[in-house]
C-alpha cells in the first residue's frame, strides 16, 4: 500500500541558507501535518492542511512557511537557517482533517544545520 | 496549553514480563487517544487508538481509557525485545494530534 512519501530523506545546510521539504500524502487523504522532532524530544506540530488550505499552526518560527497544492502534496520553506533548527521533519496525513482519524507519518526528513 | 504528560523513563521489564505506560491529557474534552511506538531514527508508528472507555485489546497490547480521569494506558503483555523504543501517547484536540514527550521502554532480555 502506498505510504507517505517525504523528500528529501537527509539535508544538510548551512546556517541563514534555505530548505525546502516536500510530503506527498497516502493518495486520497486530504489532510497533511508537519511536525519537527529534536534530539530526544517528542515531535512539535508546526502547521497542518486541509483541502489546500492552512487548517491549524503550532509552534512553526515565522521563517518558516508551508503550503498545500492542488496535488494535496504540501512543502515546508525554512529560510534563514539556524543550528537550532537541525531536527527530524515528519509529515503525517489522513483523510477528513483528523476528527477521530489516525496520522499516517512518512520516514521523514532530517535536516543538518552547520 | 493543552497537555500530554508521561513519565520519560526509561522503564525497564524483563522479557516475557507486562510493560505498562501511562499517559494523562489535561483537555476534557478530547475524544480520541492514540499510542505510537517510535524506534531511534525512525517515524512514529500507530499501534493502537482507543475512543471509548474501557478497554482495547489487540494481540499482546491493551489500551485502556478513562475520560472521567484523564487517562490512558498501554500494557504489553509477554513483552520481546523487540518492543524496546519510545512509545507516544498522543490525543486529538481541536484538529491536531497532541503528543506527550514519550516513554522510552527498554525490554531486558
Known amino acids: 500500500a502506498a505510504g507517505v512519501i517525504q523528500s528529501p530523506r537527509h539535508l544538510i545546510k548551512e546556517k541563514r541558507e534555505t530548505a525546502t521539504l516536500k510530503c506527498y500524502p497516502i493518495?486520497?487523504?486530504?489532510?497533511v501535518y508537519w511536525y519537527q522532532q529534536g534530539p530526544g524530544q517528542d515531535p512539535q506540530f508546526l502547521i497542518s492542511?486541509?483541502?489546500?488550505?492552512?487548517?491549524d499552526k503550532g509552534s512553526i518560527p515565522d521563517r518558516f512557511s508551508a503550503q498545500q497544492f492542488s496535488d494535496y502534496h504540501s512543502e515546508l520553506n525554512m529560510s534563514s537557517l539556524e543550528l537550532g533548527d537541525s531536527a527530524l521533519y515528519f509529515c503525517?496525513?489522513?483523510?477528513?482533517?483528523?476528527?477521530?482519524?489516525?496520522?499516517?507519518f512518512g520516514e521523514g526528513s532530517r535536516l543538518t544545520v552547520l | 496549553q493543552k497537555e500530554v504528560e508521561q513519565n520519560s523513563g526509561p522503564l525497564s521489564v524483563p522479557e516475557g514480563a507486562i510493560a505498562s505506560l501511562n499517559c494523562t491529557y489535561s483537555?476534557?474534552?478530547?475524544?480520541?487517544f492514540f499510542w505510537y511506538r517510535q524506534y531511534s531514527g525512525k517515524s512514529p508508528e500507530l499501534i493502537m487508538s482507543?475512543?471509548?472507555?474501557g478497554d482495547k485489546e489487540d494481540g499482546r497490547f491493551t489500551a485502556q481509557l478513562n475520560k472521567a480521569s484523564q487517562y490512558v494506558s498501554l500494557l504489553i503483555r509477554d513483552s520481546q525485545p523487540s518492543d524496546s523504543a519510545t512509545y507516544l501517547c498522543?490525543?486529538?484536540?481541536?484538529?491536531?494530534?497532541?503528543f506527550g514527550k514519550g516513554t522510552r521502554l527498554h525490554i531486558l532480555p
Open positions: 503525517a496525513s489522513v483523510s477528513g482533517r483528523a476528527l477521530g482519524g489516525e496520522l499516517f
Open positions: 493518495p486520497r487523504h486530504d489532510t
Open positions: 492542511f486541509y483541502e489546500k488550505m492552512q487548517s
Open positions: 483537555d476534557r474534552g478530547s475524544q480520541s
Open positions: 482507543i475512543y471509548s472507555n
Open positions: 498522543a490525543v486529538n484536540g481541536d484538529d491536531k494530534i497532541i
